[in-house]
């Protein structure tokens, strides 16, 4: 692969968590590297999250997760010196997966018993877990897992960016990119009307790849569920990570309600807290709602579980889109049927915790060093019909 050229080996469509982590491992590996987002670097889930690194109760993403931990501390090594730099926490938090049914907190202990007994579950319920996280209401019991790393949500897609700069990435923000495709072979993309020469395109653009991928809309294996959030300050910190037992299954029910009003709409409870401020969560939503609308009724429904949220002042709301495979796992690898294309997209709500390792997968891809497991390989969901620009 020939570096230094005026033409990018490699041109990345989105400065998210994927394109910035792959953007850092390309160039670590000698790779001529373009970076373009058509807003700015995190402008999308990876800037806005809510910040928890966290197992993903999968275990085909949990190897993505385990190798995701070990990519932030290298990560926080190659950033401590100076400014802006990343620090993933030694310990996890711990998560408690909260709920108020009697019963329901058992019946996760022995599923994650099963499924991941690397979590070391365990209930707590009573004086135990008022000891624990004294912030939970009465009534409430939780089962803990042996997760959950708080961070800031931006922090890693900037430290990445960061790093990719450092090592040479030119990074292009502020004009949309499309593919430019000739006779099923990329040739790179197009940005602001300018044709800029690829060797390969790697497509991270969230919920938006299907639509750079195949503009006819053809192709559509991946959407958009919206998420608020909501900024808060509590007069006691909580000291875990905080979830509504069921939050690691909604995203993936089938949605069929496209409307948000302020009472009824899909949500689900959890507080991540970095520093003084708690990020309450979050919507499960496929039409792009009204955060400020939505932002009082999520506070009152986090108060059953912690009451100090009714009276906490909300700080700020933030607004972002997960973009959700349709089997729940992301595509990886090259697109079918078109020579040079790769993506890294469809992480759903597991980005944070899973992205790097998928951008460190993708890019072994990209430079010949490794294949996909079947069950991430983009071509599960057949060859697009691509939009040959230019
Ligand atoms: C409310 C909420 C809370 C979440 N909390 C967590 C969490 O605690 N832990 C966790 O692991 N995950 C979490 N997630 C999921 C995680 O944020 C996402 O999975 C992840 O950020 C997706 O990263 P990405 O790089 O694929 O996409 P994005 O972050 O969406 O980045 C895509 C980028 O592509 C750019 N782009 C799109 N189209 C174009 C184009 N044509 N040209 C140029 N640029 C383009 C966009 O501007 C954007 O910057 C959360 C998601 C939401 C919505």
Redesign the pocket.
Known sequence: MASGGSSPDVAI???????TSAAAFLTKAGASVLL?????I?????????????HPFDPVLARLYHRTIELYGDLTEATSSGGGGFRMPPEPAGVLLLSQTPGAVETILAGVEAEAPELSPAVLEGAILEAAEPILAPGVSACRLSTGYPVPPAGA?SAYASLAGQRGASIRLGN???LWVEDRTVRGIVVNGEHVAAGSVLV?????SPA?VSPSGGWQPIVP?????VGVELPARPRHVLEEAGVEHLAHSPLTRGDADESSFESAFSL?TVGRTSTL??TFLPLEPDRDRLAPELKRRGSAFVPSLASSRIQST?L????QSRDRRPLLGAVAGVDGLFI??G?????????PASAELVVDVILGRTSVPPELDPGRFGVPAIGEAG
């Open positions: 469509i989105g400065a998210g968590i994927l394109g373009a987002d058509g807003v700015a995190g402008a999308g889930a990876s800037g806005r999250n809510s910040g928890a690194i966290q897609t949309r990119a499309a991270a653009g969230g919920p938006w750079i569920i919206w998420g608020v959030n991540v969560g979050s933030r972002c889109a997960r973009p890294a997209a992480h759903g709500q597991w980005g944070i915790s899973t992205g």
